[in-house]
T-cell receptor, first 110, second 115 residues
């Protein structure tokens, strides 16, 4: 499994953009980059995933470096509900297991 | 969207008793389910992979006789913590992979407190 490095914690103010970085320098060529988040006392929820191209959905955008060794999850306007632990996970897809790293704890201030 | 339900959401039990946690996929079939354990301020740790109709595959260091996993149908997997002790107190989370699409969905988690 590819190792990931994320900041332990980050802070943001409400309605400001947030850029959450992730290094995954040992990612294999077939691994997708998945992002999940976990709100307090809940199970993780899917945020976004991508392979090479940048991706957008209603929750966030994912910017993937050209060499695929890093990616950035972008929350365009943080809300208080976005306070959570964000996990970046390289994953080959299919029926393989999902291994969680330490993640980044995001605090959002009013 | 697809829902994975865990029951109970929280349970308190006495040391030495066994506790069963259910994980159900409510609107899809799941050939494969995963069980995780999460201690306070830590990340999720994968315990085992549960495959419908076959034995679970446990991660290294997880005692299969202590954490019994049964996946008897395409919509239900159960985790039984046998002879629970205070150190088994944790947040247990399941996830289910939809058969066909391969999408992965997580349950809300079950908090176990062993007194």
């Amino acid at each position: 499994d590819a190792k990931t490095t994320q900041p332990n914690s980050m802070e943001s103010n409400e309605e400001e953009p947030v850029h959450l970085p992730c290094n995954h320098s040992t990612i294999s060529g077939t691994d997708y980059i998945h992002w999940y988040r976990q709100l307090p006392s809940q199970g993780p929820e899917y945020v976004i995933h991508g392979l090479t191209s940048n991706v957008n959905n209603r929750m966030a955008s994912l910017a993937i470096a050209e060499d695929r060794k890093s990616s950035t999850l972008i929350l365009h306007r943080a809300t208080l509900r976005d306070a959570a632990v964000y996990y970046c996970i390289p994953h080959s897809g299919g029926y393989n297991k999902l291994i969680f790293g330490a993640g980044t704890r995001l605090a959002v201030h009013p | 969207g697809a829902v994975v339900s865990q029951h109970p959401s929280w349970v308190i039990c006495k040391s030495g008793t066994s506790v069963k946690i259910e994980c159900r996929s409510l609107d899809f079939q799941a050939t494969t389910m995963f069980w995780y354990r999460q201690f306070p301020k830590q990340s999720l740790m994968l315990m085992a992979t549960s495959n419908e109709g076959s034995k679970a595959t446990y991660e290294q260091g997880v005692e299969k006789d202590k954490f019994l996993i049964n996946h008897a149908s395409l919509t239900l997997s159960t985790l039984t913590v046998t002879s629970a002790h205070p150190e088994d107190s944790s947040f247990y989370i399941c996830s289910a992979r939809a058969t066909g699409t391969g999408e992965l969905f997580f349950g809300e988690g079950s908090r176990l407190t062993v007194l």
